[in-house]
Each structure stands twice: as C-alpha cells, then as structure tokens.
C-alpha cells in the first residue's frame, strides 16, 4: 500500500520560511517522481514543485526562485524548502507520486501566512 505522510506546516509571518518534508512507503521511491501540490480556499489543486528520480526539478512560476525541492532516497523523504514566503502561498500542501499509473496524494499540511 502507498502512503505519503506530510509533515512541516504552519502559520507564519510573511517573509517567513518553512520546511515541509514528505515521507513515502509501498513505492520504489528512488525511481519514481515526487511533486508538490498546494490548494487553496476556494481554489483548484495546483502543481507547485517536481523533482525527478534523477533529480531534476521544476517549479510553477508563483514559486520560482522561492522554493526548492529535495530529496533523498535513503530516508525515502522528499522536502520543500520554502522562503520569503508571501500570503498568497496560503493552502495545504500535499505529496504526489504517479505509481503504477494510479495517482497517490498524503493527506496534506497546512500552510498558513499572515501579512
């Protein structure tokens, strides 16, 4: 079975950074890609972060330059690094990994950023 365990969230003030850390199991981790999402009140789930099991990474323009993707494949953990952290990054962030073409997402954690 596939489980993803995020962990990490909080409230923050803006210009603050947090480190989510996302710990998975059921997967041969060291192969598969790994991304964030976030959403919103009110808004759909967005992708935020990828990295690959080479470990290129890619970010959603809101992001850029502001967030960075990790991961290491011995503790089977994925983290986000997240700085300079602005209201709008308000949502809960969720672990994603495509596995044997079924989507899997943790059951997030929330990021809250007051002005």
């Known amino acids: 079975q596939v489980w993803l365990v995020e962990s990490g969230g909080g409230l923050v003030e803006a210009g603050s950074s947090l480190r989510l850390s996302c710990k998975a199991s059921g997967i041969n981790f060291s192969i598969n890609t790994i991304d964030w999402y976030r959403q919103a009140p009110g808004q759909e789930r967005e992708l935020v972060a990828t990295?690959?099991?080479?470990?290129?990474?890619s970010y959603s323009d809101p992001v850029k330059d502001r967030f960075t993707i990790s991961r290491d494949n011995v503790r089977r953990t994925v983290d986000l690094q997240m700085n300079s952290l602005k209201p709008e990054d308000t949502a809960v962030y969720y672990c994603h990994v495509n596995f044997r073409t079924r989507d899997y997402y943790g059951r997030g954690t929330q990021v809250t950023v007051s002005p």
């Open positions: 990295i690959t099991s080479g470990g290129s990474t």
